[in-house]
DNA sequence: CAGTGGAGGCTTTTT
DNA sequence: GCCTCCACTG
């Protein structure tokens, strides 16, 4: 044996180490595509990257030729932490990432070829959408009866379905369908004229790119000798056809997925790239991971027997060489509220009787919604938590400005971020002005931006003819032009944050921002973008935008769950897929909201929200509760709940249910505690027995400061809702207990 | 041209 | 019930 076999003998032996037969043989298995079926907890990860080192460390594969592809950034960034772990400085030359990020890069690269400059914006949803309602304003659709955010989603998947305008418009049946169409050509007109891709289109660019570029093709096809796809139950049929592209050569394709998670066919996923796999590539290896390492028997059993009710599904065996463990709690509050109080009471009893941590508890729901019961019960019980998701850090509209102008400045052509700022912060340029330029640009046969452009320079030029808007108008886009190409040739010479500054200064927008409402909070988000920049700065002057703007387009909603910190996490269900806690708490148990109405005229959609209660399900490792509330408030309403079907699908010899409705009263069952802090000065504390005239008895859910008086929000005996009260107007007597 | 009020609308949201 | 979008008014 040569000294190099022994090195590589060695090496398998310790990434084989301590992997089960199944995922010993998904690592191994490196020649031809392989699918690997890896249920909740079994281990899917570790496979992953394990097989990754495995194919440097054992078969010599150069990291350069070694491309693996998730979903999120999020699931890159663990898979690259991992991987630097295994194999030390060798991972720097993989190239791990989100299928967006890897297409943007190719097109970065080799766009030109399909009609994109390599400064090109990547548009997000929001952007997109903006640019949809103008392609409607152009083509005169109503967006009355059209709704813009409908017709975005339908170019959506026509994009993901790989048919461009011409295709769609071939294909389309209906009048609907027509009308999209239509805006679907304009749309795309706009996006080229801005130089920008929306997400949709770098996954279809990059297909395109690849389908009819032989030699470009043949450049990745070679490079490429392994391919990884993660959450291949997530793919939809842009990012299959790409991945097949790209393992075209070599055929070494491995892709890991769970059909039993995939939760995502409202954007397009599509769960028959599966079976496709199996019918592409007949030669495939089949590898199902079936013991699961997460949770209980209990819990599995349960998890198993819900999923079981799924008609369109593949028999998949999971076991776990794990305890029984405890039964599943079905709780039925009364209301939401004392659904959330039910919550708490149990989280401080778990953390301070068994031992856990708040960060090893999360509860899970259908809709964002829910999540405002939760937090109010939490900080009725002075427990901190963290919200997933929420309004976004990049939605936020003070950093969307900024960025706008980064982006502007990045790419001249940018339309939407043009729109966006050109009158922010105000410059007199109101709707009568941009009419006039859109309407004067279409004459002319320009974009906007150029039609803006050539305005300026026919202003400082004094060449002005025949205006198409006011002098004054025409003065202040002149001004505007000479600021951007100021700010242009700045972005030139210095690093992006001294450049952030200048654009935050030279356009007034910092003065702007601060004389607004809550001003300082809003400067303060800015000030956090300019942070993000921080880690850019030392880039060449142009390098560091272009960077600073992939990632801000890429990487959204930075990821802004943060596993260590000791906080009760409130997360939706979607949210929480790939997650994992000790304890979990699924919320709205109840029909219509999990399974959601607007799925529920489905057998797919309704099999869809079973995969969604099986995903929250299996994110508990020992503890598993599932609530709903008797009456639960909604969308205005109020009224009695049924119970959720898939509650009943779970055998009933796995549950426990504390004492149920008609057996006690609704709100005995809790005695909230008020939080330490803020109680100064109020009449009640949550918890309080009181009396009123007419509602009679009940309990004080929260007291606080309003204004000069307080409000006490109580509920009382025989009401379904909790009601709020003023103070000083509604009679409130204290009892004694 | 910009701030306010009334009507309508409403899941989930990897990139 | 709460937020967003647009239309109207100052």
Request: aromatic share 8%; hydrophobic share 40%.
């Amino acid at each position: 044996m040569g000294a190099q076999q022994r090195k590589a003998s060695s090496a398998r032996t310790q990434i084989l180490e301590g992997l089960n037969s199944a995922q010993r043989e998904a690592v191994e298995a490196t020649d031809g595509p392989l699918l690997i079926v890896a249920g909740p907890g079994s281990g899917k990860t570790r496979v992953i990257t394990h097989r990754v080192a495995y194919l440097v460390s054992v078969r010599n594969v150069s990291p350069f030729r070694i491309l693996a592809v998730t979903f999120t950034n999020k699931a890159a960034n663990e898979m690259k932490e991992r991987l630097q772990r295994l194999l030390g400085r060798a991972s720097e030359g993989l190239t791990v990432g989100t299928f967006h990020a890897f297409c943007a890069r190719l097109l970065r690269h080799d766009g030109k070829h399909v009609g994109l400059d390599p400064n090109f914006t990547i548009y997000d949803e929001d952007d997109s959408l903006d640019l949809v309602k103008r392609a409607m304003e152009e083509a005169g659709i109503d967006s009355k009866r059209f709704p813009p955010g409908a017709t975005r989603e339908s170019i959506s998947r026509a994009k993901s379905l790989l048919q461009g305008p011409e295709e769609f418009s071939r294909t389309a049946g209906g009048y609907y369908e027509q009308v999209v169409s239509q805006v679907y050509e304009r749309y795309q007109a706009l996006m080229s004229s801005s130089n920008a891709a929306d997400f949709d289109d770098l996954l279809l660019l990059a297909v395109r790119l690849l389908d009819g570029h032989a030699e470009v093709l043949e450049r990745y096809q070679e490079r490429f000798l392994h391919l990884l796809v993660d959450e291949f139950q997530d793919t939809n049929i842009a990012q299959y056809r790409l991945a097949r592209l790209l393992a075209g050569k070599h055929r070494n394709i491995c892709v890991v997925g769970d059909p039993d998670q995939s939760i995502y066919s409202w954007r397009n996923a599509d769960l028959r790239n599966i079976l496709s796999f199996q019918k592409d590539y007949p030669d495939a290896t089949v590898i199902n991971l079936s013991e699961s390492y997460r949770s209980t028997k209990t819990i599995l059993e349960a998890a198993r027997h819900l999923i079981a009710e799924n008609r369109s599904r593949l028999e998949k065996e999971l076991w776990t060489g794990r305890v029984k463990g405890g039964p599943i709690t079905v709780y039925e509050a009364y209301t939401e509220e004392e659904e959330a109080h039910f919550v708490l009471s149990e989280v401080k009893r778990l953390v301070q009787e068994d031992g856990l941590s708040f960060k090893d508890c999360a509860v899970m729901y259908r809709v964002n919604a829910e999540s405002r019961a939760l937090e109010e019960a939490c900080l009725q019980h002075g427990v901190k938590y963290q919200l997933v998701g929420g309004v976004r850090f990049y939605e936020r509209q003070e950093v969307r400005d900024v960025i706008a102008y980064l982006r502007l400045l990045q790419n001249p052509n940018d339309q939407v971020s043009l729109l966006r700022i050109i009158n922010v912060p105000r410059r007199g340029l109101g709707t009568r002005s941009l009419q006039g330029l859109i309407r004067w640009a279409e004459e002319q046969g320009l974009s906007l931006p150029q039609a803006v452009r050539l305005l300026g320079w026919k202003v400082t030029e004094e060449k002005t003819g025949e205006l198409p808007i006011s002098a004054k108008a025409a003065n202040s886009i002149a001004r505007f032009v000479a600021l951007l190409t100021g700010l242009a040739g700045e972005g030139q010479r210095v690093g992006v944050v001294e450049l952030i500054d200048r654009v935050l200064v030279d356009t007034g927008y910092r003065d702007y921002i601060l004389a607004q409402h809550q001003g300082e909070e809003r400067w303060e988000n800015v000030m956090e973008l300019r942070g993000i920049a921080q880690e850019f700065d030392d880039m060449e002057p142009g390098e560091g935008l272009a960077a600073l703007l992939e990632r801000l387009a890429l990487v959204t909603n930075v990821d802004d769950y943060d596993e260590n910190a000791d906080a009760l996490t409130l997360i939706t269900l979607h949210q929480a897929k790939g997650l994992e806690f000790a304890a979990v708490f699924i919320t709205g148990m109840e029909e219509g909201l999990l399974p959601h109405i607007r799925s529920m005229d489905s057998e797919e959609e309704l099999e869809e929200e079973r995969r969604l209660c099986y995903v929250g399900i299996t994110r508990a490792k020992d503890r598993l509760y599932l609530l709903r509330a008797f009456r639960r408030r909604f969308m205005g309403g109020s009224g009695p709940t049924i119970p959720s079907r898939f509650l009943g699908e779970i055998p009933s010899e796995l549950i426990s249910s504390p004492p149920q409705l008609e057996q006690r009263s609704p709100w005995g069952r809790w005695a909230p505690r008020a939080p330490d802090v803020e109680r100064e000065g109020l009449a009640f504390r949550a918890g309080d027995r009181v009396r009123h005239q007419r509602f009679g008895e009940g309990i004080v859910v929260s007291c606080q400061k309003a204004d000069t008086d307080q409000e006490v929000t109580v509920v009382f005996k025989g009401e379904a809702r909790v009601k709020r009260l003023l103070l000083s107007f509604a009679p409130l007597e204290k009892l004694e207990d």
